[in-house]
């Protein structure tokens, strides 16, 4: 990233995870995980509830404490780095629970995201964001604490787009939100990538990730039971039964279904 926060699109080798292993005292959450992430790709990583998708975020972000792997970035070795340097180098978590500051103002709350920026440019961006959420616009000088769950869910969405980080990691990106934005969302993450920034994106839910994705990794307690192209993603999910479950819904009424919800697997 440079002074002014901007992504060039032409830079590094990307986000690159091995044999990442994070443990909670003796309960292994994730076992021996590899990513590739380059720039100007969304990494998509699908599992059930429990089987390590948030381990692994926090692992990246350095948020938890890592057992034995490797994290790198564009060629730097990070993995020993602590979470604030590791955002200084511009990795964003966006956390699955909306986390805003309460007493500020949904303007303010964004503001934030571009602390150290450029006003004009910090002042554009925030522009762009209230376009993405017209919502947020309507709501721009309420305090975030009289938001909905969904509301503070996209200021902390937009937050992380103001910084111009170069990797955003985003933990279950649709929790919460109406299908349409969660549609608008996906389009936004092309548009990050294409300006050649990192996107991982973690969910539960197959639909998304078919959409959104580039490439597809299934994690199962703690391993990664699958990865490979988005569309070869989507003939291995129905051999293995994680689409069972998302047809049915998806017939019925159009909504999304979670992974595993057809297997059972996770815990
Ligand atoms: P979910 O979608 O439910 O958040 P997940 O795929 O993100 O699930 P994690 O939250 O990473 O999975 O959890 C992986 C495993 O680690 C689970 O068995 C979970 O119970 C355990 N775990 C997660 N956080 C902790 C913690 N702080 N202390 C102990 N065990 C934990």
């Known amino acids: 990233m440079d002074s002014n926060g901007s992504v060039p699109n032409d830079q590094g080798t990307g986000l690159r995870v091995r044999d990442l292993r994070v443990f909670y005292g003796p309960v292994p959450a994730v076992r021996g995980v590899s990513l590739d992430c380059p720039p100007g790709q969304v990494v998509g990583v699908i599992g059930a509830n429990g089987a390590g998708k948030t381990s692994l975020l926090s692992g990246i972000a350095g948020l938890v404490k890592t057992q034995g792997g490797k994290v790198e970035l564009d ?34 709350n964004l503001t934030v995201g571009g ?34 769950g969904g509301e503070q869910r996209m200021v902390s969405i937009g ?40 996107i991982v994106l973690v969910e539960q839910y197959i639909g998304v990730l078919l959409k959104a994705a580039d490439t597809i990794g299934v994690l199962e307690r703690g391993r990664v039971k699958y990865s490979g192209p988005a569309n070869d993603a989507a003939a291995w999910l129905e051999e293995n039964g994680y689409m069972a479950h998302a047809k049915t819904a998806g017939a019925r009424s159009g909504a999304q279904s979670p992974a595993g919800a057809a297997t059972g697997e996770g815990r």
């Open 115 to 148: 602390w150290g920026l450029d006003k004009g440019e910090v002042n554009l961006r925030v522009e762009k964001i209230f376009t993405m959420f017209p919502r947020l616009k309507e709501r721009e000088k309420v305090p975030s604490f009289r938001l909905s």
């Open 159 to 198: 937050r992380a787009l103001v910084t111009g980080a170069r990797v955003i990691l985003f933990d279950e990106l649709s929790l919460g939100l109406a299908p349409r934005i969660v549609a608008e969302l996906i389009g936004t993450m092309r548009s990050l990538a294409d300006e050649g920034r990192i």
């Open 75 to 108: 060629g730097r070795d990070i993995t020993g780095w602590p979470a604030h340097r590791r955002g200084q180098a511009g990795i964003v978590y966006v956390a699955e629970r909306r986390r805003v500051f309460p007493s500020l103002s949904v303007r303010e």
